[in-house]
């Protein structure tokens, strides 16, 4: 049985930082893709980041901000996220694919989620 369950929300200033973690397990052999999703209320989850192996993909909001990255040993999904802004307020969730490349980034390309941790962005 896969679980993934995500920490280190919190409220933090514009142009702060904030690091997130995804603490998974269940997953037998190589890691899958994972990626973290956002969502605000009355929109559809929006992918911000994504990791095949040790290679990510980023959204364009998320380009050059956030670092996502993984410790295979650890079983963690990291998402590091500099400079933030109001817009990346929401809540933040873990999710992996059932295979080890990131075929997709719509919500529905994801096999496992996470319950979400809710990230404030606000002066």
């Known amino acids: 049985q896969v679980v993934l369950v995500e920490s280190g929300g919190d409220t933090v200033q514009p142009g702060g930082s904030l690091k997130l973690s995804c603490a998974h397990s269940?997953?037998?052999?190589?890691?899958?893709?994972m990626a973290w999703f956002r969502q605000v209320p009355g929109k559809e989850r929006e992918g911000v980041a994504r990791i095949a192996g040790n290679t990510p993909t980023y959204s364009t909001s998320a380009k050059g901000r956030f670092t996502i990255s993984r410790d295979n040993a650890a079983n963690t999904l990291f998402l590091q996220m500099d400079n933030l802004k109001p817009d990346d307020t929401g809540v933040y969730y873990c999710?992996?694919?059932?295979?080890?490349?990131?075929?997709?980034?719509?919500?529905?390309?994801?096999?496992?989620w996470g319950q979400g941790t809710q990230v404030t962005v606000s002066s």
């Open positions: 999710a992996a694919m059932d295979g080890f490349y990131c075929n997709g980034w719509g919500p529905s390309d994801f096999l496992y």
């Open positions: 269940g997953f037998v052999g190589p890691r899958p893709c």
